[in-house]
């Protein structure tokens, strides 16, 4: 069985997604894998953040003999065990996590809260419906 390093294309239409799974050669494209790899979405906005891959079972699968494809070739270069954009791929997860999380709100002043908790006391009760006096 010859055993293929490729990406397997999940997603919709202009919403891809891809896996970067070991697989059999002779499977199609969306076909049954051995084992997934890694992840690769080309709708983050950062480029350094756009891959995910294990790296340990990577190097497991080529030394067994695994081919990968070209563009995940390219990918276990920059991004692998020993990537050359490790430290770009680090910083741009940062960013992406800090852009994710929400940011808090500023801080009131004490006068300011205790303002918003009172509540107004009502002027007077009004005399409930059906029930009005009578002037005469």
């Known amino acids: 069985m010859a055993v293929r390093i ?3 294309q999940l997603g919709r239409r202009h919403r891809l997604f891809y896996r970067i799974c070991a697989m059999d050669g002779r499977r199609p494209r969306g076909g049954r894998v051995l084992e997934e790899l890694g992840t690769y979405d080309p709708m983050v906005p950062e480029v350094d953040a756009r891959t995910i891959l294990n790296g340990e079972r990577i ?9 990968p494809s070209e563009k995940v ?7 692998g065990v020993q ?14 996590a800090q852009a994710r999380r929400r940011p808090e709100p ?8 205790e303002d918003e ?5 009502p002027a007077e009760p009004e005399p409930p419906p059906g029930e009005e006096e009578i002037t005469e």
């Open 73 to 79: 070739q390219a990918l276990i270069k920059k991004y």
């Open 6 to 8: 490729r990406m397997k």
């Open 117 to 121: 908790t009172s509540e107004p006391a």
């Open 106 to 113: 500023p801080p009131q002043p004490a006068a300011e809260a």
């Open 59 to 67: 190097q497991y699968w080529l030394g067994v003999g695994a081919q």
């Open 83 to 96: 990537g050359t954009h490790l430290e770009q791929q680090r910083a741009a997860l940062d960013r992406l």
